[in-house]
C-alpha cells in the first residue's frame, strides 16, 4: 500500500492541479505517484479476486 505520505502528497497535488495549475516537475511527480497507486491497488484487487472461492450448490 502506497505509504500516507505519499497518498497525501498525491492528493495535495490533485488539489493544486484543480486551483492554480501544476508545473512540469509536480506533474511528473504526480503521474509518478499515480502509476504507483494503480499499480498498489490492482495487485490488492487481483489478491482479493484471486482468493475468492465459488460455491454452487
Known sequence: MLSKEKLDRLNFLARKAKDKG????????????????????????????DSIEIVDN
Open 22 to 49: 501544476l508545473s512540469e516537475q509536480e506533474k511528473k511527480e504526480q503521474q509518478e505517484l499515480r502509476q504507483e497507486y494503480l499499480k498498489n491497488f490492482r495487485e490488492s484487487f487481483r489478491k482479493q479476486l
